[in-house]
């Protein structure tokens, strides 16, 4: 029969294909696969330390070369005028209540802040400058008052006069008010006599001119 031929043709070629498919899916199957590869985790910026920012104080206020500064403090006695006269690094003060009670103290004035005492320890002071005012304590014998005493421009201070062991003491104020204290030679105390505004007194039937003291004055 003539059809052998052509059937024995088909089966060559059919054979064939199936070979070359079996070869390719051979070969695919030894390829290596390839498996994607995911991208790196993106790096989160790192954060700096938070700054300290030192915060420094502000400094301290500082004197004037030479400065007076002169308050009241009440009491249950009456007034108490203080003046604190400061001379460089140098202080003085006087206290006095115009009848019998006074007190001198000496000390320090640096960075703002003065401490005074009297040389028999009966009297100090503790104040420091804020503004134009020194604001602090004073402590006459066992008693103590707080206080504040604004900056004064002449003729205010202090003035005294001493003759034979015999001592006057006066504030004068911004006012022109005028508080005094006599001390005589033993020790006793009383209202000084009046002073006038050109720094004159009538003591002993004379007239004195009293001397205007600061820090460098040894009263």
């Given at each position: 029969?003539?059809?052998?031929g ?23 199957e ?7 590869e ?21 400094p ?19 007034t ?11 202080a003085?003060?006087y ?36 503004g ?14 707080d206080?504040?005493?604004?900056v ?14 015999v001592?006057?003491?006066w ?6 008010a005028?508080?005094g ?7 006793s ?14 003591i ?5 001119s ?9 009263a």
């Open positions: 029969m003539k059809i052998r052509p059937l024995v043709t088909l089966f060559a070629a059919a054979a064939v294909g199936t070979g070359m498919w079996f070869v390719n899916v051979v070969n695919d030894s390829a290596p696969v390839r498996i994607a995911r991208p790196a985790p993106a790096r989160v910026a790192e954060r700096s330390a938070p700054t300290t920012t030192t915060v420094k104080p502000p301290a206020p500082a004197f004037p070369a030479k400065a007076d500064y002169i308050g009241k403090i009440p009491t249950a006695a009456g108490i005028t203080l003046n604190v006269s400061v001379d460089g690094q140098q003085v003060a206290a006095c209540d115009g009848k019998a009670v006074e007190s001198w103290m000496r000390g320090s004035a640096a960075n703002g802040a003065v401490r005074l005492a009297s040389r028999d320890k009966t009297g100090r002071l503790d104040g420091r400058l804020v134009d005012t020194v604001v602090g304590t004073l402590w006459i014998g066992k008693k103590s008052w206080f504040a005493a604004p004064a421009q002449l003729p205010a201070g202090t003035y005294v006069y001493e003759e034979a062991g001592r006057s003491s504030i004068v104020d911004s006012a022109g005028v508080t204290v006599l001390k005589a030679v033993d020790g105390t009383k209202p000084a006599p009046e002073l006038s505004t050109d720094g004159t007194s009538v002993g039937g004379r007239t004195v009293a001397v205007r003291i600061g820090a460098g004055t040894d």
